[in-house]
Nanobody
Framework: QVQLVESGGGLVQPGGSLTLSCVAS????????MRWYRQAPGKERELVAF????????NYADSVKDRFTISRDNSKKTVYLQMNILKPEDAAVYYC?????????????WGQGTQVTVSS
């Protein structure tokens, strides 16, 4: 069955770094754009970063630009989010998302999320 399994979250001090991973199975990973979203308590889920099918195109929310880097390894069916200079406002549950445009709309899958806590 389709699975997206995130890992790498945890507690980090402000200014620190974390790398999130999301391993895909059950679908053709290399045919899907990948995104990282996050949701903090009481807030809506927001798009953090995007990477295209080949990895050749990326895009970031303004709030994380120049601090976060999204990448993918299609041979490992994995997407990564390298997060540097973490701030308390980066604390959230981070979700990976796979999305594919199809004739009638889009097909997408979500992971279960991984918690990132930024605190001293």
């Amino acid at each position: 069955q389709v699975q997206l399994v995130e890992s790498g979250g945890g507690l980090v001090q402000p200014g620190g770094s974390l790398t999130l991973s999301c391993v895909a199975s059950g679908f053709i990973f290399s045919s899907y754009d990948m995104r990282w979203y996050r949701q903090a308590p009481g807030k809506e889920r927001e798009l953090v970063a995007f990477v295209s099918i080949t990895g050749g195109s990326t895009n970031y929310a303004d709030s994380v630009k120049d601090r976060f880097t999204i990448s993918r390894d299609n041979s490992k069916k994995t997407v990564y989010l390298q997060m540097n200079i973490l701030k308390p406002e980066d604390a959230a549950v981070y979700y990976c998302n796979a999305r594919q445009a199809i004739f009638i709309g889009t097909r997408e899958y979500w992971g279960q999320g991984t918690q990132v806590t930024v605190s001293s």
